[in-house]
């Protein structure tokens, strides 16, 4: 972490600080000796009747009338940037022993500071208490916590369209955008950090809002993005391997995933069964479970994926649930695994409180399952078919590549991929072998290095690779090739119109971070010029700006 970027901050592509921020724009404010109440920490004297009316992690994006925590980080304390803070308007300081000692050898703050052991456990909680942002069960908006390691975007936006086909108006927190019934703003992370997650929901109560949805990652549960939220509904996807770096083992990851489905952080919940954690899951829950299954021949559950058919690049499916209920739902995106995404959405609603004929008659009128979500499945071109998807694990990039294998006689896989620097280094040489038994054409090339050596995370996957083509006999191409955009080049320039291609692994993401350097780098985008460059028909997307 660079003394650019405090503890608790997040920064834009360039190491700018964040562009925009949604609050809601009147907050009564809550008085300093209440807040010292909450923590357990006395405020006397005049101190006591200060004014607070926001709260911030970073001393850039203070406003005037916040409390300013001074978290610990890697290299600078918080502490360091009180006074930045002040300037900006900050009326108190929450801190530890350590940054209280740092303050206590610079000049007075000229504002009230108070301390305890470990500032980011309260920081949720008094964000909710500032921002009066949690709703109680049946007020607005209700909230929708999808979590898993994948799926969880598809199902936001699916969960999002479905809920505007009933009319409802409604937000969205998640790891392409952010929508506050407003314009969109880009998300720096799949969960924000729980100052601006309550004042987004400050601020959608505020307009109006009837329902959100969020996606809730392993990290926002681990670094306490979502402390102080409790979900009405909160849904599981699946469990694969994934950020292993962060939870060390597979039950760990789970353990963290599992915080979720419990009562001080959601009120009831739909798990889907399809996998063994959803099933440990749905027994060790410590709410109301309702269970999905979505997969043939899976275990049986309260509501089952059955009579799937083909429908365009989607699929029809029906869903049968107690007492014989039926709904019949289509997705126009490609691929099981979205089958698996519009029915989790589609429980999900009705289980916050949607009845079945309203959520039917929605389904059937509006479609909302074909809604594009960018870079999820993103079909660029027809001819040859062009997807950028975003599968960066084991599980993803498998069921991508299936889901993109075309009847077609003759018709070739040619996928372009890589692997994430500074993450967990066991997937590598596994997405290897799966791009290797699964594609026709394997072009392996750089994802995000970070600050890792690029070649060594590409030898990592074309080891995996390598391997699994001797040991099956696979007759697959192999190359690496590099950087990025000359990898889709390549692709393009080998395909022929009933060939397909997949660029996995970025998606929506419109920026490769190199040893610290932000570079513009949209798959889209590349796939886009470099189809135009050979002639092919390309779909519009005012989305893709190139």
Excluded at 293 to 315: E, F, H, I, K, N
Excluded at 406 to 413: H, K, L
Excluded at 441 to 454: G, L, N, R, S, Y
Aim: include cysteine.
């Amino acid at each position: 972490m660079s003394e650019q970027n405090e503890p608790g901050s997040h920064t834009g592509p360039g190491g700018e600080p964040p562009v925009s921020r949604f609050r809601p724009t009147a907050v009564a404010a809550v008085r300093l000796d209440s807040i010292g109440e909450a923590i357990g920490v006395p405020v006397p004297g005049a101190s006591a009747a200060v004014g607070v009316t926001g709260i911030s992690l970073n001393s850039r994006t203070v406003e005037r009338g916040d409390l300013y925590v001074a978290l610990p980080g890697a290299a600078r304390h918080g502490a360091d940037f009180v006074s930045q803070a002040v300037d900006r308007g900050a009326v108190a300081v929450l801190t530890d022993d350590a940054g209280a000692r740092l303050l206590a050898l610079s000049a007075d703050t000229a504002v009230p500071v108070l301390v305890v052991e470990a500032p980011r456990n309260v920081v949720g909680p008094l964000s909710a208490m500032i921002y009066r942002s949690q709703p109680s069960a049946g007020q607005q908006p209700r909230l929708f916590g999808v979590t898993g390691t994948n799926g969880k975007t598809t199902t936001t936006y699916f969960i999002n369209a479905l809920l505007r086909s009933l009319g409802q108006r409604t937000g969205l927190i998640g790891t392409i955008e952010i929508l506050a019934g407003g314009d969109p703003i880009p998300s720096l992370l799949t969960t924000p950090e729980s100052t601006d997650v309550h004042a987004l929901l400050a601020l959608m109560r505020e307009r109006g809002l009837d329902a959100a949805s969020m996606e809730v990652s392993s990290h926002a549960v681990s670094f306490q993005r979502v402390d102080g939220v409790v979900f009405d509904v909160a849904g599981f996807t699946n469990l694969t391997q994934d950020h292993l770096d962060l939870h060390g083992t597979m039950d760990e990851y789970f353990a963290t995933k599992a915080e979720l489905f419990t009562p001080r952080r959601a009120r009831t919940a739909v798990v889907t069964v399809d996998d063994e954690w959803g099933r440990k899951l749905a027994a060790a829950a410590e709410i109301p479970v309702t269970t999905l299954a979505t997969t043939p021949g899976g275990a049986s559950a309260d509501w089952t994926v059955t009579a799937t058919a083909p429908r365009g690049l989607g699929t029809a499916f029906t869903l049968s649930g107690p007492d014989g209920a039926t709904i019949q739902v289509h997705t126009g995106l490609p691929g099981a695994f979205n089958v698996s995404n519009a029915a989790l959405a589609t429980v999900m609603v009705l289980a916050g409180g949607v009845d079945n004929a309203a959520l039917q008659a929605a389904l059937t009128a509006h479609d909302p399952f074909t809604v594009a979500v960018p870079g999820r499945m993103q079909l660029v071109s027809e001819e040859p078919a062009a997807v950028v998807d975003f599968a960066h694990n084991t599980d993803a990039l498998a069921r991508a590549l299936e889901a993109v294998r075309s009847p077609r006689s003759g018709s070739r896989v040619i996928v372009v991929f890589g692997a994430t620097g500074q993450r967990d280094q066991g997937k590598r040489p596994a997405m290897g072998a799966i791009a290797a038994r699964l594609a026709d054409v394997v072009i392996i090339t750089d994802d995000d290095p970070h600050d890792e050596d690029a070649a060594a995370i590409r030898t990592d996957v074309l080891t995996g690779a390598w391997a699994a083509q001797q040991q099956d006999a696979l007759e697959c191409v192999i190359e690496e090739i590099y950087p990025r955009d000359a990898a889709i080049q390549r692709a393009v320039e080998l395909a022929s119109p009933q060939d397909t291609i997949l660029v996995a692994g970025r998606g929506h993401e419109v920026w490769q971070e190199v040893k610290g350097v932000n570079l513009a780098l949209d798959d889209r985008v590349e796939l886009r010029n470099a189809l135009t460059a050979k002639g092919f028909n390309v779909l519009q997307d005012d989305r893709i700006e190139s």
